[in-house]
């Protein structure tokens, strides 16, 4: 919504009306169809080609939560990108891995950013993790139309609760159905090989370096039998993007220290081919 400041100096009466907390409503009570649910799409006589982003892993260890994905995007057989971000910060102790249709999804997630920052703002407070869960859920499920056409969304969640003092990772359907999951997660294309690489690799007691090393093993693995999944691409110096959230707030991993992750489990590999038989260190 546009604010016409010309002629009087004030904003339009619907930006200083007392309403709800959610910026989503109010977009949708003033203009609905700047909401990514509510836009027509012209007919089509089958699924809408359009780049698509894969695969996003989490893993919870004592202090916090590892979410990390691939950097390919994929188009039919085609590689459309081999740099594309899929992990974004979505506040201060949460952040969101998107697989699916790559522009709605980069799309949602500024929504959903703008949607937890308009709260905090109105409210004085921030959401709680499982809020924050349920807003993305609500969010996915708008898209319902545009998913039965083949653009879909299903992203990941994850986030430091300052409530329970814990990571917490979130998964969703098509439908905007919300699952916790416990300990790990993965989704998009190549997310079967990537859980059964970390429900090997998985303890309770695991450090942040050794969960950092586990989501690149779990990438691996997946990309090694998942055409649409990209590994480590030393030549091109392409590597996952790995973001930790503890008490200390979100931190992204910096292209050295995912590049460093990245070699190590590369040169593991090179001695032990079909994967690592003991501990991750």
Same mark, same amino acid.
Request: glycine letters at 10%; charged letters at 25%.
């Given at each position: 919504?546009?604010?016409?400041?010309?002629?009087? %100096?004030?904003?339009?009466?619907?930006?200083?009306?007392?309403?709800?907390?959610? *910026?989503?409503?109010?977009?949708?009570?003033?203009?609905?169809?700047?909401?990514? !649910?509510?836009?027509?799409?012209?007919?089509?006589?089958?699924?809408?080609?359009?780049?698509?982003?894969?695969?996003?892993?989490?893993?919870?260890?004592?202090?916090?939560?590892? =979410?990390?994905?691939?950097?390919?995007?994929?188009?039919?057989?085609?590689?459309?990108?081999?740099?594309?971000?899929?992990?974004?910060?979505?506040?201060?102790?949460?952040?969101?891995?998107?697989?699916?249709?790559? +522009?709605?999804?980069?799309?949602?997630? @500024?929504? *959903?950013?703008?949607?937890?920052?308009?709260?905090? @703002?109105?409210?004085?407070?921030?959401?709680?993790?499982?809020?924050?869960?349920?807003?993305?859920?609500?969010?996915?499920?708008?898209?319902?139309?545009?998913?039965?056409? +083949?653009?879909?969304?299903?992203?990941? *969640?994850?986030? *430091?609760?300052?409530? /329970?003092?814990?990571?917490?990772?979130?998964?969703?359907?098509?439908?905007?159905?919300?699952?916790?999951?416990?300990?790990?997660?993965?989704? +998009?294309?190549?997310?079967?090989?990537?859980? !059964?690489?970390? @429900? @090997?690799?998985?303890?309770?007691?695991?450090?942040?370096?050794?969960?950092?090393?586990?989501?690149?093993?779990?990438?691996?693995?997946?990309?090694?039998?998942?055409?649409?999944? +990209?590994?480590?691409?030393?030549?091109?110096?392409?590597?996952?993007?790995?973001?930790?959230?503890?008490?200390? %707030?979100?931190?992204?991993?910096?292209?050295?220290?995912?590049?460093?992750?990245? /070699?190590?489990?590369?040169?593991?590999? =090179?001695?032990?081919?079909?994967?690592? /038989?003991?501990?991750?260190?």
């Amino acid at each position: 919504m546009e604010a016409n400041t010309r002629s009087t %100096g004030r904003l339009p009466a619907a930006f200083l009306t007392p309403g709800s907390s959610s *910026f989503i409503d109010f977009l949708g009570e003033h203009q609905p169809e700047l909401l990514p !649910g509510r836009r027509q799409l012209p007919p089509t006589q089958g699924v809408i080609e359009a780049p698509h982003g894969t695969t996003i892993v989490a893993v919870t260890f004592p202090g916090g939560v590892v =979410l990390a994905g691939d950097r390919r995007a994929t188009m039919g057989n085609v590689i459309a990108q081999r740099d594309i971000e899929k992990v974004f910060p979505a506040d201060e102790y949460s952040a969101v891995g998107i697989a699916g249709t790559a +522009g709605l999804a980069v799309e949602m997630v @500024k929504l *959903f950013q703008l949607e937890l920052e308009h709260f905090e @703002k109105v409210e004085g407070a921030q959401l709680s993790l499982e809020g924050k869960a349920n807003r993305l859920s609500t969010m996915i499920r708008s898209n319902l139309g545009m998913a039965m056409q +083949g653009l879909a969304v299903v992203p990941l *969640f994850a986030g *430091f609760d300052v409530d /329970r003092n814990r990571g917490r990772i979130f998964s969703y359907d098509v439908t905007g159905g919300r699952s916790e999951e416990h300990n790990f997660a993965a989704t +998009g294309s190549g997310s079967v090989f990537a859980r !059964g690489a970390m @429900k @090997k690799l998985f303890r309770d007691d695991l450090s942040e370096e050794q969960a950092t090393t586990l989501v690149v093993q779990a990438l691996y693995d997946a990309a090694d039998d998942d055409s649409a999944t +990209g590994g480590p691409d030393v030549a091109r110096r392409i590597y996952p993007i790995i973001t930790v959230i503890t008490d200390d %707030g979100f931190r992204r991993l910096t292209e050295d220290e995912a590049s460093e992750l990245s /070699r190590a489990v590369l040169a593991r590999r =090179l001695e032990e081919p079909d994967g690592p /038989r003991a501990a991750l260190l």
